[in-house]
Nanobody, 115 residues
Framework: QVQLVESGGGLVQSGGSLRLSCAASGSIFSIYAMGWYRQAPGKQREVVALITSGGSTNVADSVKGRFTISRDNAKNTVYLQMNSLKPEDTAVYYC?????????WGQGTQVTVSS
């Protein structure tokens, strides 16, 4: 079992920045990768960024150059630094952890970017 707790969402103006955090606990040794998805109203959930246990990262083309994913192994926490935010980044952001038996999800955190 893996538990994920997200924080850091909120309301920001266009062009602003936010940093999301996802703290993992439980069977963290079993995690292959962690990352973020987002879901805007009326749209499908889409991948935003991921980081593997080996430290490799990947970010979606829609946020490349603006969003950065990183981790602090000592804190078992993954971060999503979001810069130059746009109104189209407005969504609920979900942290996930991939393990051998499947995926775990956080509760989601709302990010709203005003124009």
């Amino acid at each position: 079992q893996v538990q994920l707790v997200e924080s850091g969402g909120g309301l920001v103006q266009s062009g602003g920045s936010l940093r999301l955090s996802c703290a993992a606990s439980g069977s963290i040794f079993s995690i292959y990768a962690m990352g973020w998805y987002r879901q805007a109203p009326g749209k499908q959930r889409e991948v935003v960024a991921l980081i593997t246990s080996g430290g490799s990262t990947n970010v979606a083309d829609s946020v490349k150059g603006r969003f950065t994913i990183s981790r602090d192994n000592a804190k078992n926490t993954v971060y999503l630094q979001m810069n130059s935010l746009k109104p189209e980044d407005t969504a609920v952001y979900y942290c996930y952890a991939e393990v051998s038996e499947g995926w775990y999800w956080g509760q989601g955190t709302q990010v709203t970017v005003s124009s």
